[in-house]
């Protein structure tokens, strides 16, 4: 009998940004599925990769100054290394610039349209660069990642996505499409449905309630005996689904499928001025990698093995683009829909979700480095980085999802993950195992002990299989780890109590057997528990399974030995592996040097690879407040180490023989003379900053460098420059400080051109707090100094290259 085949995807990860651990915290729970997936003997199948088109890719390479290609290639190999690193395993990794992608999205398309899914419109709106999505509202409305939208008339392709409304109610309501957890589940219902609330606000606004139902002026009691929207439907607002729920008809509107104000994408076949929505094309994905569209017959098998998928892995925030537009598009092409997808919560910090955009994110390379090399290599000196790099893995992979309940927010800190990995790991079940396997090979010579008479049974309070099952199964982590940990305390807990170093000291042969008994019962307790963390500590639970003496967890995994765990399989006198340490402890300090290690460094020439900050190998985002380490806040002069990690860039508006110049690189200096009047108070979100210049003269209070501190001035990138209608002063920039892109009002209108600002590289005050000007937000200020007469402003900006994003201190 051919063996049930499972398939599992994670979302494709966008090239515009480099790795931090919300992108690992999906990949890792994607791989202990999928390994639990395989130990259970099914054909499985797990994919993951990158997703790099879109206008956001091309403009982050455009202000890198390289070919998206070139900067797709470089981000996605980040992400495939890192992958490698942490021992994923995956068993596919699809580009979307993979030219069997291409292939297979165009195939698609041309299915959508000969099944008359596709037409061609026009459409104007507001467009979010950052989510790559049209949005409601009126122009500068700000969009899902919070910064403005972009008017865009288009011609486009639309998909008939109002064709599948009920269609999709009908699949997620039988069950056909499961959705974790329910509150993902009914966010979708709810957009499929339509906003019922405002029917049902009709239903009152126009008295039917009470005309219908109540004799007229009966005042609406608080129960009702009716369901509003029972009227509703009476009037024909609302139909209702095959399980007899409520939606509006009509809700769902037709999704724009093409682009053609930008060029990095997969072309619509046949019109080439259009590219492909980045969203079919991305979601195609899952049927591209494993062959949809494929002449290739090995491949054109492979999908027919394993489609549809089980399971999409996805955060959250793209529910709706995995449970809405995707199924639609399948049913639309004919294609059976995925069967179940499951969203993950995401990882906070200082409780805002991490990302790239809020500079506060923390890299997973950090957590491998610093576990593997100040916990583990101390350890083992000898040890390959390899070994060091899995077990750094193995100790996020337990804490995140030890830590967080699994679909829900939670936040990350360094203490945390210390405490719970010497708490669980070192002290808890790594400690048991070697407490056991050190008494064995002292008392019975290193090898499983021999009882002369029948096994030990299973103790009746720890059932093991029966309570790890559920939970391992429901891929509720959280709850099952706990429960692990509970596990091994009654089994320590035992060990205490039988106390087996007071039996060996006995002569008795009675107690020798106890002896015996209590060890065997640990070491099975110890084997049943290993087999179950295999998934989630795959690295450190292979080491304890040999020394156990059962050699190669892998092998064992394949051959079915991890499933079938009934009490008694360990065989006596089988002799134990070579033992050592599983779980080294770790140090408190070791915050401290991950803090450090995720600082922000400011790259200078000889220390940065990349020039650009798009593909930010050297720059760290700005670190949230937590780990902004105050050590490096000088109260001195800019530093004269230029490699110096702290070492404030040196702008060039800093004269050097200008003794008299507020320095720490931070300030624009004024060339007015001590004592002229200057502008002394700086607009907020103002055209410059330059009016603060007289701050360098005598009169101006001196500040403690706390104050000092609160300003965060960053290195930014003027990348759109525009006149604002009807405003003559003021033009509207767009400004890329690495991490994010911002909209910032200038009043340097009479003095630059829109053109020479393009490609300049700035100073922006990054904490200003935003502020209306002319009906537009303005996100921040630009530094300058204030020169002459008139009050010139003359932008702040440097002489030596420098990533943006970096801060001025
Ligand atoms: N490219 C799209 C997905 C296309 S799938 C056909 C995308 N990419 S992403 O890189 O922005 O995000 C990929 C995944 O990483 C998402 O599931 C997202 O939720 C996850 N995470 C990114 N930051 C995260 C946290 N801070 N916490 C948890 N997961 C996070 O969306």
Not at 60 to 81: I, K, L, M, N, Y
Not at 626 to 631: A, M, S, W
Not at 768 to 792: Q, T, V, Y
Request: aromatic fraction near 10%; proline fraction near 7%; include cysteine.
């Amino acid at each position: 009998m051919s063996k049930q085949t499972f398939y599992l995807t994670t979302p494709i990860y966008y090239v515009n940004a480099r790795p931090h651990i919300g992108h690992a915290y999906s990949t890792i729970a994607a791989d202990v599925i999928a390994r639990r997936h395989r130990l259970l003997g099914d054909d499985t199948f797990f994919l993951t990769g990158t997703d790099e088109h879109g206008q956001k890719v091309e403009r982050s390479a455009a202000a890198a100054g390289v070919a998206p290609q070139q900067f797709a290639d470089e981000v996605s190999a980040s992400f495939r290394t890192l992958w490698d690193r942490m021992g994923i395993t995956y068993n596919d990794y699809i580009r979307t610039t993979d030219e069997r992608h291409k292939q297979g999205v165009q195939r698609l398309w041309k299915h959508l349209e000969e099944r008359g899914a596709i037409y061609l419109s026009t459409y104007t709106g507001q467009y979010s660069i950052g989510e790559e999505m049209f949005v409601e509202g009126p122009p500068g409305t700000i969009g899902p990642d919070g910064k403005p939208t972009e008017t865009v008339t288009e011609e486009n392709y639309f998909f008939k996505l109002s064709e599948y409304q009920l269609p999709l109610i009908d699949r997620i309501e039988s069950g056909e499409l499961t959705i974790q957890p329910e509150s993902s589940r009914n966010e979708v219902l709810s957009f499929l449905r339509g906003d019922l609330n405002a029917v049902i606000v009709r239903v009152y606004d126009e008295s039917l309630f009470a005309d219908a139902h109540l004799p007229s002026g009966t005042v609406v009691p608080a129960k009702l005996p009716v369901n509003p929207l029972d009227i509703a439907y009476d009037r024909g607002w609302v139909l209702k689904s095959a399980s007899g729920k409520y939606y509006i008809p009509g809700a769902l509107k037709d999704l724009s499928i093409s682009r053609s104000s930008f060029k990095w994408g997969i072309p619509v076949p046949g019109d080439e001025k259009h590219v492909i929505y980045v969203w079919l094309d991305a979601l195609a994905n899952y049927m591209t990698a494993i062959g949809y569209g494929s002449d290739d017959p090995a491949m054109q098998e492979r999908f027919a093995r394993y489609w549809p998928a089980d399971l999409h892995l996805v955060g959250k925030e793209i529910t709706r683009f995995h449970c809405v537009y995707w199924p639609a598009f399948l049913l639309a092409a004919g294609i059976a829909t995925p069967k179940s997808v499951v969203a993950n919560g995401w990882l906070l910090f200082d409780d805002s979700k991490m990302s790239k955009s809020k500079g506060n994110v923390v890299r997973t390379e950090t957590i491998l480095d610093a576990f593997g090399t100040e916990v583990y290599k101390k350890q083992f000196p000898d040890s390959t980085k390899r070994e060091q790099d899995l077990f750094g893995a193995d100790v996020l992979r337990y804490f995140l999802l030890r830590e967080i309940p699994f679909g829900q927010d939670g936040s990350f800190s360094f203490d945390a993950m210390i405490t719970r990995y010497n708490a669980d790991l070192a002290n808890g079940y790594g400690n048991l195992v070697s407490r056991v396997l050190t008494m064995i090979s002292s008392n019975f010579s290193g090898c499983m002990p021999v009882y002369p008479y029948e096994a030990p049974s299973e103790p009746k309070s720890l059932p093991l299989s029966i309570l790890f099952e559920d939970k391992a199964s429901s891929n509720n982590f959280f709850a099952f780890l706990r429960q692990a940990m509970e596990v091994i305390g009654v089994v320590d807990g035992k060990i205490t109590s039988d106390a087996p170093w007071k039996l060996a000291k006995s002569d008795s042969p009675d107690d020798r057997v106890k002896l015996a008994a209590s060890l065997y019962s640990a070491c099975e307790a110890i084997r049943v528990i290993t087999a179950y963390l295999y998934p989630i500590i795959p690295h450190a639970t292979a080491k304890v399974w040999a020394q156990l003496g059962l050699g190669d967890i892998e092998a064992a995994a394949k051959n079915g030995e991890l499933k079938n765990l009934e009490w008694g399989g360990l065989k006596p006198g089988t002799k134990l592996g070579e033992l050592a340490p599983i779980f080294p402890r770790a140090d408190k300090g070791l915050a401290q040097i991950m803090i450090d290690m995720e600082n922000p460094t400011i790259s200078t020439p000889s220390t940065t690879s990349t020039p650009s900050t798009t593909s930010p190998a050297s720059v760290t985002p700005p670190a949230p407040s937590k780990l902004v380490d105050e050590k490096t806040t000088h109260t001195s002069a800019v530093p004269t180490d230029p490699t110096h990690p702290g070492a404030a860039p040196r702008t060039s508006a800093l004269p050097e023989a200008n003794p008299g110049a507020t320095v720490g690189g931070s300030y624009a200096i004024s060339t007015e003379r001590p004592g002229t009047p200057s502008h002394t108070e700086a607009p907020a979100s103002g055209p410059f900053a330059a009016s603060a210049a007289g701050s360098s003269t005598p009169d101006t209070p001196q500040i403690a460098i706390d104050d000092f501190v609160k300003i965060d001035l960053r290195v930014a990138q003027i990348v759109v420059a525009e006149r604002i209608p009807k405003a003559d002063k003021l033009l509207r920039l767009e400004v890329d400080l690495g991490y994010e892109k911002r909209q910032i009002l200038s009043g340097i209108a009479e003095w630059y051109t829109p053109e020479e600002l393009i490609g300049r590289k700035i100073v922006v005050i990054a904490n200003l707090a935003p502020r209306k000007m002319r009906g537009l937000e303005s996100h921040g200020m630009l530094l300058a100094a204030s020169h002459g007469e008139n009050g010139k402003p003359v932008l702040a900006t440097f002489g030596e290259e420098i990533a943006l994003g970096s801060r001025l201190r």
